[in-house]
């Protein structure tokens, strides 16, 4: 069983940023593919960006590339998402999601039925 604790959410105006964290647990967490999805009040789950592996290619939605970078920090178990010049639309619960061994090759990264761990979710809240 994977565990996995997100924070750094929290309220900022139009314009500013955000970091969020997401510790997991697990010996082998440097195998596991990572991504950040977020969910909206009304509306699905959705990707924003994500790890096929540790050393495979990095994903983003469209709406939050060249705004939001993703990170990993296989050394603390932790997997990041900064988030810059944020938007009221970016407010949603943000969620981190993780496959253990990585993602196969018939696995889309933005699916989220594929990753077998979520976290909690952490709140986003960005206001005009």
């Known amino acids: 069983q994977v565990q996995m604790v997100e924070s750094g959410g929290g309220l900022v105006q139009a314009g500013g940023s955000l970091r969020l964290s997401c510790a997991a647990s697990g010996r082998t967490f440097s195998r596991y593919a990572m991504a950040w999805f977020r969910q909206a009040p009304g509306k699905e789950r959705e990707f924003v960006a994500g790890?096929?592996?540790?050393?495979?290619?990095?994903y983003y939605a469209d709406s939050v590339k060249g705004r939001f970078t993703i990170s990993r920090d296989n050394a603390k178990n932790t997997v990041y998402l900064q988030m810059n010049s944020l938007k009221p639309e970016d407010t949603a619960v943000y969620y981190c999601?993780?496959?253990?061994?990585?993602?196969?090759?018939?696995?889309?990264?933005?699916?989220?039925?594929?990753?077998?761990?979520w976290g909690q979710g952490t709140q986003v809240t960005v206001s005009e």
């Open positions: 790890f096929r592996s540790t050393a495979g290619t990095i």
């Open positions: 999601a993780a496959k253990v061994f990585g993602l196969a090759i018939k696995d889309p990264v933005d699916r989220s039925n594929v990753y077998d761990y």
